[in-house]
């Protein structure tokens, strides 16, 4: 099927640092998304994201090259502590970012009340994956455009945009997390340090790679021992959804909770588009500018593709996969295991 020109998807592209923005801006990104060097978004790792000089060069260089530069202020804050959330609310409007993404209600209520043109997207981490929620946020905080939580199937994502008043955004390659997103707490037993308050899921500080007697690497996060690697064997991110463990039940470790893989829709790209899907969404703010150059870039081509009612070229992709393995999740079925 050829679409319709006037209908074309944006893609959405991470960019942790500078350098990986104008990267993803010259592989094709039609949109980035980037946040300041503090808690308010929820990549916050020591040597990603943006000074304030840094995003005002970053947005500037975006803009004048077709790119939209979206905001990721997308933690919650925690009580009595909005400061640092509201400073970043002004100061993306003060340097003309495009969109807020957020998550926290208070933070969309102090963006949409104090700037009511600024255009603000709810974040996955709001999880919002119902009629009535986004109607709830679109009608309370004229939210834009909704990232929807990756537990929907495409018939349900086409129904879903018949009902709602805004724009529809899908995570279409990369990390496949499938804890209640915006919910994990599962790091911040471990650790101390929240993912949805503090910006840090298993941070490089409480992570030990150990080698035992037999050569094998063994991987903490904390005082946990959460999985164990032979040479030949490909780890994991470091963190507790992804980690093997013995149980009762169990003769050897196992994934309790989910396989390292990576999401990848590429096969799909003509069923979403068919469904009214604004934007792609590629995760990855912790990769490398090679990464994103190309997943960027094979992405661009796929899209462009579709578009022009072609077969897409989509076998380079598998390779940057976690683990080179890849599942369509629940956007096929409902069984992603």
Same mark, same amino acid.
């Given at each position: 099927?050829? !679409?319709?020109? =006037? ?6 592209? $991470? ?5 990986? *923005? ?10 980035? %998304? ?14 990603l994201n943006f000074t304030l000089?840094?995003?005002?060069? @970053? ?6 090259h077709g790119a939209k530069v ?5 933690? /919650?804050?925690?009580? &009595? ?27 969309? #209520?102090?963006?949409?009340? +104090? ?13 919002? $994956?119902?009629?009535?929620? #986004?109607? %709830? ?6 939210? +834009? ?12 994502? @086409? ?16 990390? !496949? &997390? ?7 707490? *599962? ?5 101390? *340090? ?14 030990? %790679?150990?080698?035992? =007697? ?14 164990? /690697? ?11 959804? +992804?980690?093997?463990?013995?149980? $009762? !039940? ?6 309790? /909770?989910?396989?390292? #893989? ?19 969404? #590629? ?7 090679? %990464? ?31 683990? !080179?393995?890849?599942? =369509?999740?629940?956007y096929a079925s409902k069984k992603?295991?």
């Amino acid at each position: 099927m050829k !679409h319709k020109k =006037e209908y074309s998807p944006e893609l959405v592209c $991470p960019a942790g640092t500078p350098a990986s *923005l104008r990267t993803a801006v010259d592989a094709g990104a039609d949109a980035v %998304y980037c946040g300041f060097q503090n808690a308010t978004n929820a990549r916050n790792f020591p040597g990603l994201n943006f000074t304030l000089q840094e995003m005002e060069q @970053s947005v500037a260089y975006a803009h004048s090259h077709g790119a939209k530069v979206l905001l990721a202020a997308n933690t /919650f804050p925690p009580a &009595g502590k909005t400061d640092l959330w509201k400073e970043a609310v002004d100061h993306a409007v003060s340097l003309g970012i495009d969109a807020i993404i957020v998550a926290d209600i208070g933070v969309a #209520i102090y963006a949409q009340t +104090k700037y009511p043109d600024q255009r603000l997207h709810l974040s996955v981490q709001a999880g919002a $994956p119902s009629i009535e929620a #986004i109607k %709830y946020y679109c009608e309370e905080f004229n939210i +834009k455009r909704v990232v929807l939580p990756r537990i929907l199937t495409i018939p349900e994502i @086409s129904q879903l945009k018949n009902d709602i008043p805004c724009e529809i955004e899908c995570f279409i390659f990369g990390n !496949h &997390g499938l804890m209640a997103e915006g919910r994990c707490s *599962l790091t911040n037993y471990a650790t101390g *340090l929240s993912t949805n308050m503090d910006g840090v899921c298993s941070p490089a500080s409480h992570v030990k %790679y150990v080698e035992d =007697e037999n050569k094998n690497l063994i991987t903490k996060l904390g005082e946990f021992t959460i999985d164990k /690697f032979s040479c030949s064997q490909n780890p994991g991110y470091p963190t507790i959804c +992804k980690g093997r463990y013995l149980a $009762p !039940h169990r003769k050897d470790a196992y994934y309790a /909770f989910e396989e390292p #893989i990576s999401l990848n829709l590429a096969n799909l790209l003509p069923d979403l588009i068919e469904a009214g899907v604004h934007a792609f969404k #590629i995760e990855g703010r912790q990769r490398s500018r090679a %990464y994103v150059k190309s997943v960027v870039s094979n992405w661009r081509s796929a899209i462009d593709a579709v578009l022009e009612g072609k077969k897409p070229h989509t076998a380079d992709l598998l390779a940057l996969t976690e683990g !080179h393995k890849q599942t =369509e999740g629940a956007y096929a079925s409902k069984k992603w295991r």
